[in-house]
């Protein structure tokens, strides 16, 4: 018995160290890569059996090869579309109500994604130009964002797209794309316009996050007729539900009319304080109002979501420990994995 256990202790350390011959490259236990990614444990078993990150079984956990997680991390990651055939997901950030954390989400759920090592653009479609801003860009010296690339056919949508800092890419909006609502009325199917324009970007991500203004405008409509889904930011606060009828109506209006596609992923309660009673009670209510369609997910109301773009970073830098933090990757496991 005790001759047999300590022959296999033997296999398994000479295992270990021909893994580690072979490959001369370090592992992680799955809490070391949990914890560089900011998921739970749970989070990186799913992830191994999906195949998203290379492991080795020993023993009771697994070895996951440096590589592999760097690999996930986006390190030299991109393949060409030509060879995956991938499309990208289009996902958009509405609510027609302003200050709700659309622009907060839309950055954080994207950067979370780049951290699970996927190939991201988001796409500002505010006229405010808070994302482009968020993200590092310049806007009062852009000569091109999306305001051309919607009115003018021929302009390339890549020579417009630019890189950030965080490892996202961005198409960038800036004040002149208030004209675009506009403007538009007078384009041939004005509503589809900017769907065309991501069908030409689609193969180069895998997924496209649509910032969307405070309204249910063009703009708007452009972006549900060009997603696969919808996310809702909401606040729980008192009369935060109330045009979350109007919104949904006009969901189910666009699956009819230009997308039949449409799903909602998802309403995102944002900026919770989970100390008052208030704010619970408006959660339950919104989860009894409208089962199945509130994210398990709750973003925490935490002073430094609010810093974090001040200081150019996405929450996940600026304090990856926080709960608000946590809970955008678990987003983005989630938003990945449907
Ligand atoms: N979880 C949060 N905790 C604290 N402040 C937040 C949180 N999420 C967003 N905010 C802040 O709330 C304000 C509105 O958020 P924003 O994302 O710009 O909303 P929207 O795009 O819907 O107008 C911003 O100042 C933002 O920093
Ligand atoms: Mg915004």
Redesign the pocket.
């Given at each position: 018995m005790e001759a047999e256990r300590s022959k296999a202790e033997a296999r398994a350390a000479i295992g270990r160290t021909a893994l580690q011959l072979a490959t001369a490259e370090s592992f992680l236990s799955t809490k070391e890569v949990a914890r560089r990614l900011g998921v739970d444990t749970k989070t990186v078993l799913r992830y191994i059996r999906q195949g998203k990150i290379r492991a080795v079984k020993l023993g009771r956990d697994y070895r996951i090869a440096e590589s592999s997680l760097q690999a996930l991390l986006g390190v030299g990651s991109a393949q060409p579309a030509e060879e995956t055939g991938s499309r990208a997901l289009v996902t958009a950030i509405v609510?027609q109500?302003?200050?709700?954390?659309?622009?907060?989400?839309?950055f954080n759920l994207g950067v979370a994604l780049h951290r699970l090592g996927r190939r991201v653009l988001l796409v500002d479609l505010?006229p405010q130009a808070?994302?482009s801003i968020s993200a590092g860009i310049n806007v009062g010296t852009l000569s091109l964002s999306v305001y051309q690339v919607l009115l003018d056919e021929e302009l390339d949508p890549f020579t417009v797209i630019r890189k950030t800092s965080s490892g996202v890419d961005i198409l960038p909006a800036t004040i002149d794309l208030a004209a675009a609502e506009i403007e538009l009325v007078n384009v041939t199917l004005r509503e589809l316009v900017l769907r065309d324009v991501l069908e030409k970007i689609r193969p180069h991500y895998d997924h496209i996050l649509i910032?969307c203004p405070?309204s249910l405008g063009l703009l708007t409509v452009n972006a549900l007729a060009a997603a696969d889904r919808v996310i809702i930011?909401m606040q729980c606060e008192f009369l935060a539900t109330r045009g979350l009828a109007l919104l949904l109506r006009t969901l189910s209006k666009i699956q009819g009319r230009l997308n039949r596609n449409l799903r909602v992923a998802g309403i995102l309660p944002?900026?919770?304080d989970s100390r008052t009673t208030h704010a619970r009670e408006i959660l339950d209510e919104l989860k009894a109002t409208f089962p199945g369609q509130v994210f398990d997910i709750t973003?925490?109301?935490?002073?430094?979501?609010?810093e974090?773009?001040a200081a150019g970073l996405p929450i996940m830098d600026y304090d990856r420990d926080s709960d608000?933090s946590q809970a955008y990757m678990r987003l983005a496991a989630e938003v990945d994995s449907a």
């Open positions: 609510n109500k302003g200050g709700v954390g659309k622009t907060t989400t839309t505010d808070s994302l910032d405070p930011p944002t900026m919770f973003v925490k109301h935490t002073v430094r979501v609010k974090s773009p608000a």
